[in-house]
């Protein structure tokens, strides 16, 4: 049962929630009248039933949709969603972290491949941001490491919630909530995509299954994300009765993606280099947190 | 200094190389100078006098004179006055001394003359084509009297337009022909090292529409103001505001007061949807799509009431040689001043929304870097001229319609960049309101359009320009017979500023180039009312806003 929670909270409620934010925040703020709630799936549906063009005689292209795909579903399962995760006797962090840089490596691919200059500036641009981003996920979840003494995600959050607030783990949520703007791919850091500047980069070339095949899994991807930093560092409720913690996390979800959404409306992208400075100033802020933790606080 | 005292002043300096001197009233000088001089005349006016080149012109005049008139126009901003410089040069030897090498602003109009009429600028640095379609005939020259309005030259495959190539080590981003944010056809060849861009190729003009020639073929003086507010699909009632003056100058008629005053307020009314519309498609380049929301949400009423008042939501047609055709009706002044009101407060909270949005700053301040010096070289006008600190403003300088008589500002900004280039626009749009308002408590009673019962005489010129959104726009008109002009020349802001856009790219990044090219506020084309056609019977059906509004479709 737990399979079938976090693939349906990665698969299903991701597309609706990005919904949801596209008509009741993006809309709203825009004073629109927005599309329906339903409008990803709508679109997921179009697209997967499109004729699949192979731009590229590369087998690469042709696979880069599946593996970035098959890594988030496979993450999802590594990631507590208000239950045990169903993989998580299987895989711990460092799993999860290769699982995200599999993706990210996907969506590289696919650009590289393609010969527009367009997606090779995305290319480029998706990997220094992965550079500046990973670390931050990485170094947040030794923080939790040195404090639960677990590498499993699901121990992390039941130390957490058993040993209260501590510092180390408030900080390094704080790092993890500045870094998810990026990690869901949201302005002002949609730069590798920036559909006014290289008209989606690594994606300009795609149509039809493969472009829908990575729009469900950045769609499933906001959901992981989210999940991390919901169980792991605000892990309320996640004691309660089932499915009283499913929902509870669900809601914890929605807040923070709505709250990705309300910040996406009301910026404009950066550029590259103000990004990656930004982020190394939250990386600083990570390390503190490490620090921290190492000193026991 | 009126212009009759600067004709003299140049006839002292070069003597019988001045060929013929008149002055159109105090702020319009013809010259008409000997071939040999014209470089070191044009370097007089631009170098010494400090007069800003505008445009040049080519005319085909075999049939009066068996010559080509080629004329340079240059303005005297401070002085206010327009100088038309005239060499005439023989079929035999189609040939004239390259002025670019010393006025670099005349690099385009030199081989757009070249393209038109076949003169060909000897010692030009940079002797591509640049406005005729790749596969255009090499002998054929449009603009000639003798070559047909509609001439279709068979097509031919597999020719380009020589573009330059990158530098050592750089490698090429194309930003267009077709670019999703530049909703116009343009294509800037952009080299890029890593995400620095290190130099820029422009190649324009894929949609020439041959405009001067209708004017200068088939179409009578009052037709060619309709044609005239198609050249723009924003600003179009500067150009037919333009062009009317200019006739009306050449044909010393004089416009009644109202009407004067009609013009003025369609034209603040089209500068200030204008900027509003650049603001919102700025926020869009950069990615802040609230912004184009909002602004063009704040801007709608306007359209509507642009469209009470002429018919039109845009392109009001609303422009005849001597006058207008419709009045702002007494009822109307208060919806007028309701609509400046509302979008006064709503522009009020954006301005002060502004400075404090670090993201938007770290976008706009100091990218796009624009020199005074290269600004001035280059030609710019408008908004980009006057964010780059010259303080020049057609309104101010040369004033027309009822702005003599009305408070305008001169909005100038020395920060070179783009942050300075949206505060000019946000600046004006507030005083475009003040004008307005301005206007209407002041307005006189009366005619609109004067009476005209002479023809107009043939081989009079003269100069109409007006500040448009963007810059000033720029025409002449050399009347002909057949009532129609024999020269109707063209110049829109987009094309004196277009040229200073490769040197504001350099040094930026990538990501900056196309909030770079959209600070010009290059000219975009626009539809405003979706029609619907029935498959089936082939029925057209216009809705109405009503209907627009209520979803009655």
Sequence with gaps: MTFAINIGMALFIGPLVAGIVRKMVRARVHSRQGPPIIQPFYDLFKLLGKEDLESSPSLLLRYAPLVAFAAILAAALLTPMGLRPPLGGYGDMIVFAYLITIAAVAVMMAGLICASPYSMVGASRELMMHLVVEPVLIICLVTATIKSGSLLMWDMAGWNYVNGLSISMVVAGIALFLALQAQVGKLPFDIPEAETEIMGGPFIELSGPKLALFQWAFFARQIVYASVLAAIFIPWGIKFIFPWNVAAHLLKIIVLIVLVGLIDVVNPRLKINQAMKYFFGVIAVALIAMVLALLGL | MNAQQLGDSVKQQFGDKVVELSALGPNQLCLTITPDSLVSVAEYLNKDLGCRFVINSGTDRRRQRGKFLITHFFAHDEEKIYITLHTEVGEDQPEVDSITPSVPAANWSERETRDMVGVVPVGHPDPRRLVVADDWPED??????????????????????????????????????????????????????????????????????????????????????????????????????????????????????????????????????????????????????????????????????????????????????????????????????????????????????????????????????????????????????????????????????????????????????????????????????????????????????????????????????????????????????????????????????????????????????????????????????????????????????????????
């Excluded at chain 2, 952009?190 to 130099?199: N, S």
């Excluded at chain 2, 926020?283 to 063009?296: C, P, S």
């Excluded at chain 2, 308002?437 to 019962?453: S, T, V």
Aim: aromatic fraction near 8%; glycine fraction near 8%; hydrophobic fraction near 40%.
């Design chain 2, 140 to 553: 054929v020259f449009p603009l000639r009297w003798d070559v047909p309005h509609d001439l279709k030259p068979p097509p031919a495959e597999g020719v380009a337009m020589p573009l330059l190539d990158p530098p050592e080590g750089a490698s090429v981003v194309p930003i267009g022909p077709y670019f999703p944010v530049l909703e116009e056809p343009e294509y800037f060849r952009v080299f890029v090292e890593g995400e620095e861009v290190v130099g820029a190729d422009y190649r324009g003009f894929y949609n020439h529409r041959g405009i001067e020639k209708l004017g200068s073929s088939a179409l009578t003086y009052n037709q060619v103001p309709f044609i005239a507010e198609r050249i723009c699909g924003i600003c179009g009632f500067v150009h037919s505001c333009s062009y009317c003056q200019a006739v009306e100058r050449a044909a010393g008629i004089e416009v009644p007061p109202r009407g004067e005053y009609i013009r003025t307020i369609m034209l603040e009314l089209e500068r200030i949807h204008s900027h509003l519309l650049w603001l919102g498609i700025a926020g869009h380049i950069i990615g802040f799509d609230t912004i184009l929301m909002q602004v063009w949400r704040m801007r709608e009423p306007l359209m509507w009431l642009c469209e009470r008042i002429s018919g039109n939501r845009k392109t009001y047609g609303m422009n005849l040689v001597g006058g207008v055709r419709r009045d702002i009706e007494p009822e109307i002044h208060d919806d007028v001043r309701r609509v400046l009101t509302d979008i006064e407060r709503q522009w009020q909270e954006l301005y002060n929304a502004i400075p404090g949005d670090t993201t938007l700053m770290a976008r706009l301040q100091g990218t796009g870097i624009l020199p005074t010096e290269v600004a001035r070289a280059r030609g710019a006008v408008g908004p980009t001229a006057r964010g780059s600190g010259l303080p020049i403003d057609v309104r101010v300088d040369h004033p027309y319609a009822a702005y003599d008589r009305l408070d305008v500002k001169k909005r100038v900004y020395d920060g070179c960049d783009n942050l300075a280039r949206t505060l000019v626009r946000l600046d004006e749009t507030l005083d475009s309101i003040n004008i307005i308002r301005q206007a209407l408590r002041e307005m006189p009673e009366g005619e609109i359009m004067a009476q005209i019962d002479e023809e107009i005489p043939a081989g009079q010129q003269a100069v109409g320009s007006v500040e448009a959104p963007r810059g000033e726009v720029f025409h002449w008109v050399l009347t002909g017979p057949e009532n129609r002009p024999e020269r109707w020349r063209v110049r829109a802001p987009t094309y004196a500023n277009l040229q200073s856009v490769p040197p504001m790219l350099q040094g930026d990044a990538l990501a900056d180039v196309p909030i770079d090219i959209g600070s010009i506020d290059p000219c975009f084309a626009c539809t405003d009312r979706m029609e619907v056609v029935d498959v089936s019977s082939g029925q057209v059906r216009v809705y109405t806003q009503d209907e627009l509004l209520n979803k009655k479709y």
